[in-house]
C-alpha cells in the first residue's frame, strides 16, 4: 500500500488523493519563444528518481500541497531535504 | 523441454562480442525493436544490425501486456496505421513459420449513455470510412455475441449500444517477440541480450553510436525501441520528448470452464475483459494516474477494476484472482505514438507506444524499417516527433481504452 | 450506528492567523479543516475574523451524528485504514468505510462525525 503524507491529516492511501503532475520546466537551452511555448505545453521532464510535484488531498481537508517523491521507489521524502 | 524451446536451440546465436560497427544498433529487445530488425534485414536487406537489451529478449511490456489486436481508433491516421498492421498479424503465422496463437475473436466497445453512444457510432463511421471493419450494434445483438452479459449494468450502467470491431484479435505476447527474434536472427541480424547500452557516443550533435559494458559500438543509426525508460535514452541525446512514464496494471483470474468468445470494453467504465486460451478471464482497466517507475501492483486497483468488471459480468464474481503484473508505460501527451526522425542525426525513436503498443508491432517495426531504408514511410509519416511543434497533435485519447 | 442529519453552520475561510485569533462563540464547535478554513457548528451568528478577504458564508453541505467512545473504537477499528490521532481533541479526516469523512474527536473520546449530505446514505449503508 502507498501511504501519502498530507501536511494537514497526516498519513493516508494513496487512494484519497488525486495527482497534479509535476511543476513544468523548460530549459534554459530553448530560447525561442514558440519553442518554448511547445515545450510547456507538451514536454516532460518525465524524471526516474526525485520529483517535485502537486497533491490534493481529495477526502480530506480537499487542498492542494507540495511533496517530493522518488518515481522509482514511490518513496515520499520530506520537501525540504 | 518442449517444442518451442526446441526450436530457439538452433538460432544463430551471437557467441562472441558485438562487432565494433554496425549499419544500425537498436536499442531494445522487445517487439518493436525485433521487428524493425526483421523487416531492415528481410525487406529492405540491411542485415548489417544489432539489437542491445539490457535484459533478456521480450523482458519488458512485450512478453506481459493484455495481448490485444484492433484497429478501432478515433483519428484516420491512426485507423489506417493499425489496420495494416492488424491485417500484418493476421498473415503472421504464414511469414514467419511460427504459431503466435492468432485468434479473431471481434471486440465490443459499450456504451453506457448517449454520449458515449454518439462516440461509438462516430468510430464505426470513421474506420468504415478508413478500412477497418467496425460496425455500430444494439443491445440484443450484444447479448447473442457475448450472452454473459448484464445489459442493465447492475442497474447503473444500462448497455445503450456498443461498436463492433469484427477483426478484434489476440495472440500470445511472447510468440510474437519471438517469432521476430527468430526472423531477425536467421536473416543475419546480431541480437545481444544482457548488454545494457550506457550511453550515445556522439560527434558534434550527431549519434554516432552506443556505448555499453562490452565496448562502444559504432551505428550508422541508432534506434531507440526502449519503453517505460525511454527519457533517460532520449535525454542522452539532447532530445526533449511528451512522454510520461505510467504503470499499467492487468490481472488474470483461475480458468472459466465455459467460452467467452470476443474481448469486451467499456468506454464509460473504461475496463476490458477477455479470455486467455487457458481459459482465464484476463481483466485490465486504466493506468495508474501518478507518473511512476515502479512496477507495484496495488491491492486498490485490483478492488476497483473487479468491481467495474462484476458490474457487466455478475459471474466474474465467482472467479479468484490468479495474478496480476504491472509494466511501466511510455504514455504520450496526445495518446498517440512517436516514431521517426528526432531532430538530432544518427538517432531515431519509436516511442510513446503507451498501452497501445503490442497491437502496433508489426506496421510499427516494418514502417520504421522502411523510413530508415528509404527514407519516407506514409503511415508513420503523421506520427514524427516533430508534430507538436506543427500544432498537428495526433490526439486521441478515448482510443486508447486505457486513458 | 445514529443516522446522519443535515447540519446548518457557517463555513469561514480567511489568513489562517486571523482564524487562530478569532473569538469563537461561547459553545460553539469549530472544526479547523484546513489552516485556512473553518467549519462553525452551533452558532447563532458567524465570528468574522480580522482577515478583510475573509469568505463568511451559511454552510448547509454537511450531515452530522454523534459517536459514542464504543462506536468510534468499532469505526476506527472496521471501517478505518489509517491511523487516529492519539490527542484528543482532535480532527480526522480521511475515507471512512471508502467515503470521505471527517472525525471531530471530543475528548472524552466520544466524536461528531461528518460527511458530505450527497454521501451520507451511502456512508450510514457502509458502517451499517
Known sequence: MLWVECPNCGSRPFEEY???????????????????????????????????????????????????RNTRTDEFLPVDP | ??????????????????????????????????????????????????????NFIGAGNSGRNTTIIRSNYGI???????????????????????????????????????????????????????????????????????????????????????????????????????????????????????????????????????????????????????????????????????????ALQAFVTNAYAQEFAPIVSSNDLVFYVSQTPRGQMLIGAEYDRFASYRQATSFSYLQACSKKSITMFPFLAKLRILRSWTGICDVSTDFSPIIGHTGVDGFMITTGWGTWGFKAIPAGGSQLAELVATGSATLIEPFGLQRFAHEAAMADPSSAGTR | MPACEPLVGWRIIADPTALDQAPWPAGSHVVRISPDDVFLIGAAEPTVPADPHAIVTPEHGFAGASLTADEVDHTALHHIEWQLPAVRPALAQGQIAGVPAKLVLHADGSALLLVACAARHELEDRLA
Not at chain 2, 536451440?9 to 562487432?19: H, I, Y
Not at chain 2, 560497427?21 to 517487439?31: E, L, Q, T
Request: glycine share 10%.
Open chain 2, 76 to 246: 484516420p491516421e491512426s485507423v489506417r496505421f493499425y489496420q495494416r498492421s492488424l491485417e500484418m498479424y493476421q498473415t503472421l503465422e504464414d511469414e514467419t513459420g511460427c504459431w503466435i496463437m492468432h485468434n479473431q475473436k471481434g471486440q465490443i466497445w459499450m456504451a453506457h449513455s448517449v454520449s458515449t453512444a454518439r462516440t461509438e457510432q462516430t468510430r464505426a463511421l470513421m474506420n468504415q470510412a478508413c478500412g477497418a471493419k467496425t460496425d455500430y450494434i444494439g443491445p440484443d445483438e450484444i447479448k447473442q455475441l457475448c450472452p454473459q452479459i448484464d445489459l442493465t449494468g447492475g442497474g447503473r450502467y444500462p448497455v445503450y449500444g456498443a461498436s463492433y470491431h469484427h477483426e478484434g484479435a489476440t495472440a500470445r505476447h511472447d510468440r510474437v517477440v519471438w517469432a521476430y527474434a527468430q526472423g531477425a536472427l536467421r536473416a543475419g541480424v546480431h541480437v545481444f541480450q544482457h548488454t545494457p547500452v550506457t550511453g550515445l557516443l556522439k560527434d558534434g550533435d550527431r549519434v554516432v553510436g552506443v556505448q555499453t559494458p562490452r565496448g562502444n559500438i559504432a551505428a550508422g543509426t541508432v534506434i531507440s525501441a526502449v519503453g517505460g525508460d525511454v527519457t533517460t535514452v532520449a535525454n542522452w541525446a539532447g532530445v526533449r520528448l511528451p512522454i510520461r512514464t505510467h
Open chain 2, 1 to 54: 523441454m518442449n517444442e518451442f524451446v526446441e526450436t530457439l536451440l538452433d538460432l544463430p546465436w551471437q557467441t562472441g562480442e558485438p562487432k565494433s560497427s554496425y549499419d544500425v544498433v537498436i536499442i531494445g529487445a522487445g517487439g518493436h525493436g525485433l521487428a524493425t530488425a526483421y523487416y531492415l534485414a528481410t525487406r529492405h536487406g540491411i542485415t548489417n544490425v544489432c539489437v542491445l537489451d539490457s
Open chain 1, 18 to 68: 488525486r495527482y497534479g503532475n509535476v511543476f513544468p520546466t523548460t530549459p534554459d537551452t530553448i530560447t525561442d519563444p514558440d519553442a518554448r511555448n511547445v515545450d510547456h505545453a507538451w514536454m516532460q521532464d518525465n524524471v526516474g528518481g526525485e520529483t517535485l510535484e502537486r497533491w490534493f488531498h481529495e477526502a480530506g481537508c480537499r487542498r492542494w500541497f507540495t511533496a517530493r
